[in-house]
């Protein structure tokens, strides 16, 4: 079944080229489209959606708050927040009101592809290294920054799992961590999903701005 795509931009033209593109794949659907945040949640009530791309610079309601909305939805389609700037605020407010990751606007159409479909598999688009520099840039806003980790769904974590999550938040790979650890492939990846389910989170980008949140990982990378 092919990925229902939904375009919220409040720039005709710039949507009418992602749609092109889009058009083209065989295994995805452009299914709907808004120009600002509060069509896109009023859409939304009546689409079945699987991916949302995210302008987040758009008239009545922009889209880290209409990300917020939408995540709170009993099942909600991924969002992939679009952004003109890299590394800006918009990308890590983004990220924390729910978004799987973020894209800028000028990417390489076969990027932006593999971005749907890793998203739509449940992964998450940004990598945790390039999270984790979005991160170190904007900790000084974090609530937690620089204290003792506060999040007290942590404590079920194992000291093994807390040990990987340190890890995924430096922006390791599975691979990486599994070499570090002494631990095959496989193992890190139960650990992860481990920490993702105890954790109610839903996939590593979450994972990383958690640890920044509860002071586990400081600015730096450091746990």
Not at 18 to 24: K, W, Y
Not at 92 to 110: C, I, Q
Not at 120 to 148: I, N, Q
């Amino acid at each position: 079944m092919a990925i229902r795509v939904m375009l919220v931009d409040d720039q005709v033209l710039l949507r009418t080229g992602f749609r092109m593109v889009l058009a083209a794949q065989p295994d995805m659907e452009v299914v709907a489209e808004a120009g600002d945040g509060v069509e896109a949640l009023q859409v939304l009530r009546s689409t079945a959606v699987d991916v949302v791309l995210m302008d987040v610079r758009m008239p009545k309601l922009d889209g880290v708050e209409t990300t917020r909305r939408i995540c709170e939805e009993a099942e909600p389609p991924k969002v992939l927040i679009l952004t003109t700037f890299d590394l800006d605020e918009y990308a890590f407010s983004g990220l924390k009101a729910g978004a799987s990751g973020f894209m800028l606007k000028d990417v390489p159409p076969g990027e932006l592809l593999a971005a749907i479909r890793s998203v739509h598999s449940g992964d998450a688009v940004v990598a945790p290294s390039t999270t984790r520099r979005l991160l170190d840039r904007f900790a000084p806003m974090l609530p937690s920054a620089g204290k003792e980790p506060q999040h007290k769904e942590l404590e079920r974590l194992t000291d093994r799992e807390r040990e990987v999550m340190v890890l995924v938040a430096q922006g390791l790979s599975n691979g990486e961590i599994a070499a570090r650890l002494v631990l095959s492939e496989a193992t890190v990846k139960t650990h992860v999903g481990r920490i993702l389910t105890k954790l109610g989170l839903r996939d590593r980008v979450q994972v990383v701005v958690l640890a920044y949140e509860t002071g586990l990982v400081r600015a730096g990378g450091h746990g």
